[in-house]
């Protein structure tokens, strides 16, 4: 080959390349032309053709506007209580609602829980922080309806939707060239550090619904007055070039929102100079919903590092700080902002910027009183109370003021006995259920929860408490409330001396009974219990009992053995539960017990004794443990939904007392003794009553 054949070879593929690249780019720009082109009447059918699909599609609702950046999505919501839902710019398959309320737009992060409905079976619902749903259009349908508050920091309420008036396929095509256009000439502008999120992106499954949208604004007219839809949506692109920068500098101690429970725009503060505070490392108190450990603080960087960078995000200094169950609200992961954990390390940078911000609101006024370390001595002093330990039980028997009981009592007093049957016969099952729950909530601090309370516990609620090192007496109550529950039911049972057929119909309330507490008042709690009481050795062994009720209530016989007994072993196993929506009490039992394994009573093999799945069920009970403590909030609102209206009887409430219970079962001298020698000495009992009700058969007379 002669030398300019090889020259002309090895220019060959070069040139090749650089012809499919031009070919490439010709045909993106024709695709996006021609839909950019589309005539007036072709995109309004399509608009309506997306409007038409089921309720539960996102793409069904005009409320909702896809991948629109933020900064649009905050010029579209115009007046308090507008609002419309967004695609998260950084987390694919995530959402974000955008409203205004009192004349500033914020922005929420729709949170994701996946929950378990299975061994195969998981489905995924959405809640701000307290309701959850199973889809997103649920979820606004029940805050725009009830008119509840978005967060209870921000106070926002959304009720008119900002709707869009163009096909989902032709926004998409238009801000990808906006955006493309706007990056190019103006790298420095808003728009240009983003430009990386709002590239034109196909629809795929795996992204979700992630196409753009854009509705009514001040910069986009009415489509009917325009002469092509496409000019509106330039304009409502360009009019992002008059947005200010929310990027400007940034020093180490200034970047903290207005409020730091919630995210909103990003304010900047001035900050008076404090060269001690710029070097100090970040707190380390940020941390993730999913991760119990602390995150590590960042290096220190030296005074002068941020101004070398004029876009820097806080995410190179501060850890991001997803939900929590002492963060009542969600940043908006778009938004370069991250919230803060309360109360903040004293001295940390956290804390200094909330100084800083807190000393711009109000113009200096405090200025004069900051000490050494920053702040005064009396506010540091409101800002935290460390928690109290507990070293008594709630329940004191001795001093139970009953309705029922006289003042001294023995155990198993026949006379006692026969009014709590009666009082437990008069209503149906349901109702039974509502009176366990409410005292169950009140006993595990989910209802009735004081200010003072929460300031002793240190949390919000109780069932969070439970998940902590100084929750061992409420754990430990709890424990006792399930063995005394349980017992008591199993009193009932075993002390109905009457024929198989009573015995029989008691048997199928009580499952009854179970049933409502699982389904309709979503009480895993005493579900549990009431369970446990039908599992005792001493009532499984009825065989009579149980043969009469397979024929007279045979739908409860079915109940019992093909959904009740089965989905309690799914969730002691960890590998099924009940969905956030309908749940006021969690099954906290085997975690429970898993923390209090010494104080725990033996009643057989737990879940996790099995050398098989034995770790894989531990883990998935603290993993479920994140869950329960995460969703306080979320309980308190389910159990007062569920409650509301109920006007409760003050004898059914006290049948269902623990300190009821442990004066019907032990008199006033035996409540007062060890938890271990009470259940001993009951199992006895128990066996003795189930084999006066049906004796052994001996092998002879077989």
Not at 230 to 258: F, V
Not at 360 to 382: C, D, M, T, V
Not at 488 to 517: N, P
Request: proline residues 7%; neutral net charge.
């Amino acid at each position: 080959m002669t030398a300019v054949g090889r020259r002309c070879s090895a220019l060959g593929p070069r040139r090749a390349t650089g012809e499919l690249e031009a070919a490439g780019d010709y045909v993106k720009f024709s695709k996006e032309k021609y839909i950019l082109d589309s005539s007036p009447e072709k995109l309004h059918k399509e608009l309506e053709a997306e409007l038409k699909l089921s309720s539960t599609d996102l793409r069904s609702h005009a409320w909702y506007h896809g991948r629109i950046p933020r900064e649009v999505s905050e010029t579209l919501v115009q007046r308090n209580g507008d609002f419309l839902i967004r695609d998260s710019l950084t987390s694919l398959g995530d959402y974000v609602l955008t409203c205004r309320w009192r004349n500033q737009a914020l922005h929420f992060k729709i949170n994701k829980v996946v929950v378990k409905a299975g061994e195969s079976y998981t489905h995924i619902q959405y809640l701000f922080e307290q309701e959850s749903f199973d889809h997103v259009p649920a979820l606004v349908r029940y805050h725009v309806g009830s008119r509840k508050a978005v967060s209870e920091q921000s106070g926002a309420i959304i009720y008119c939707p900002v709707n869009r008036t163009f096909p989902l396929r032709y926004l998409e095509a238009s801000y990808g060239l906006s955006q493309a256009s706007s990056k190019a000439s103006s790298p420095a502008s808003p728009s240009g550090p983003k430009g990386s999120h709002m590239k034109r992106r196909s629809i795929t499954m795996t992204d979700g619904l992630t196409t753009d949208k854009v509705t009514r604004s001040n910069g986009c007219p009415n489509s009917t007055s325009l002469p092509h839809p496409r000019d509106s949506i330039r304009n409502c692109a360009l009019s992002m070039d008059q947005i200010p920068d929310l990027h400007s500098p940034l020093s180490p101690i200034s970047e903290s929102p207005s409020s730091p429970a919630y995210s909103t725009v990003t304010h900047v503060h001035a900050a008076p100079a404090a060269p001690s505070a710029t070097v100090l490392p970040a707190s380390p108190v940020a941390r993730r919903s999913s991760e119990p450990q602390l995150c590590p603080g960042s290096a220190p960087k030296p005074p002068g590092e941020s101004d070398k960078a004029p876009h820097a995000s806080p995410s190179h200094t501060l850890c991001k700080a997803s939900p929590s169950p002492s963060l009542s609200s969600y940043s908006d992961p778009d938004s370069g902002h991250y919230c803060q954990l309360q109360p903040p390390i004293r001295g940390s940078r956290e804390w200094a910027a909330g100084e800083a911000s807190q000393k711009a609101r109000s113009s200096g006024e405090k200025q004069k009183e900051l000490s050494e370390n920053g702040a005064p001595e009396g506010e540091w002093g409101k800002a935290f109370t460390v928690p109290v330990v507990e070293a008594t039980s709630s329940f004191n028997p001795a001093t139970f003021q009953s309705l029922l009981i006289p003042k001294e009592n023995r155990p198993l007093e026949v006379g006692l006995l026969r009014k709590v049957k009666e009082l437990l016969s008069e209503v149906d099952a349901r109702t039974l259920a509502r009176h366990v729950t409410k005292v169950d909530c009140l006993v595990a601090r989910i209802l009735g929860v004081t200010k003072e309370m929460q300031t002793l516990m240190g949390v919000r609620w109780g069932i969070e408490l439970l998940t902590l090192p100084h929750g061992r007496q409420l754990r430990l109550d709890l424990l006792e409330r399930f063995h005394t529950m349980s017992i008591m039911l199993a009193v009932d049972i075993l002390g109905c001396t009457g024929s198989a057929e009573e015995r029989a119909a008691l048997l199928h309330k009580t499952i009854q009974l179970a049933a409502e507490l699982r389904g309709t008042m979503g009480n895993m709690f005493s579900f549990a219990a009431v369970m446990g009481a039908l599992d005792m050795a001493q009532i499984a062994r009825l065989e009579q009992t149980w043969v009469t009720l397979r024929q007279r209530h045979t739908e409860g016989a079915i109940l019992y053995e093909k959904k009740l007994k089965p989905f309690l072993k799914s969730l002691n196993e960890g590998k099924e539960g009940p969905p956030l929506s309908n749940t006021t009490f969690p099954h906290v039992l085997p975690l429970i017990t898993l923390l209090e394994c010494d104080s725990a009573p033996a009643e057989g093999p737990e879940p996790w004794g099995s050398t098989e799945h034995g770790v894989e069920v531990v883990l998935a009970h603290l993993e479920a443990a994140r869950t329960v403590a995460h969703h306080g909030g979320l309980y308190h609102t389910n159990a007062e939904v569920k409650l509301q209206g109920f006007q409760a009887r003050p004898e059914l409430l006290e049948v269902f007392s623990t300190e009821f219970q442990m004066r019907l079962l032990w008199g006033s001298q035996g409540a007062g003794s060890s938890q271990a020698r009470r259940y001993e000495k009951f199992d006895k009992v128990l066996t003795a009553l189930s084999h006066k009700l049906e004796p052994a058969v001996r092998s002879s007379e077989l």
